[in-house]
């Protein structure tokens, strides 16, 4: 993963969009991610899972992944080829699922995005900027922890390249957690 990602807005001016509108629980009981992201978002727009692209970018409103702990709603946005998800804010357990599978999200209170504007998102210095309007816009930074997982693939990847968490800003990279103990 890079740290400047750039793709196409697919923005929605949506509130409390639920995991449950992300990915219906009808669809939850595969581990097929073709089959999750052939369904993604299909209640709020049923032409998503068709015009989205590999490296687009989803833009929603507050509160993006309210309603169930379901780690299938990140997953469907990531497996539909989503890079980025963008919010005014984010349900924290989305939020966090998103960052364990190695979805980046930046939540970004304000904002003129509108479908179709082409962005850019530097995930380390918390900006989005928006190509096709000339605007940039200030995000919420991300820990550099946040990053590093990003970076690994996910939570799963970064414990198993490091063998727990370690502080990747510092000069001596090789001490682990586990080594730490």
Known sequence: MKNLIQGMAHAYAVDNLDTDRIIPG??????????????VLEDLDPTF???????????????????SSREQAPIAIKAAGVAVV???????IFYRNAINIG??????????IQPGDQLAVDLERGVVSNLTRNERYQATRMPQQMIDILQ?????????????????GASDTS?????AA
């Open 26 to 39: 009808k669809y939850t009981k595969t581990l097929d991610m073709s089959a999750l992201a052939a369904h």
């Open 49 to 67: 899972a068709r015009t989205v692209k590999a490296g687009d970018l989803l833009v929603a409103g507050n509160n993006f992944g309210c309603g």
């Open 86 to 92: 963008i919010a005014r804010s984010f349900a924290r």
């Open 103 to 112: 979805l980046p999200v930046v939540e970004v209170e304000q904002h003129h």
């Open 152 to 168: 690994a693939g996910g939570l799963v990847e970064y414990l198993l390249k490091y063998g727990g968490y370690v502080d990747l």
């Open 175 to 179: 001490n682990t957690s586990k080594e």
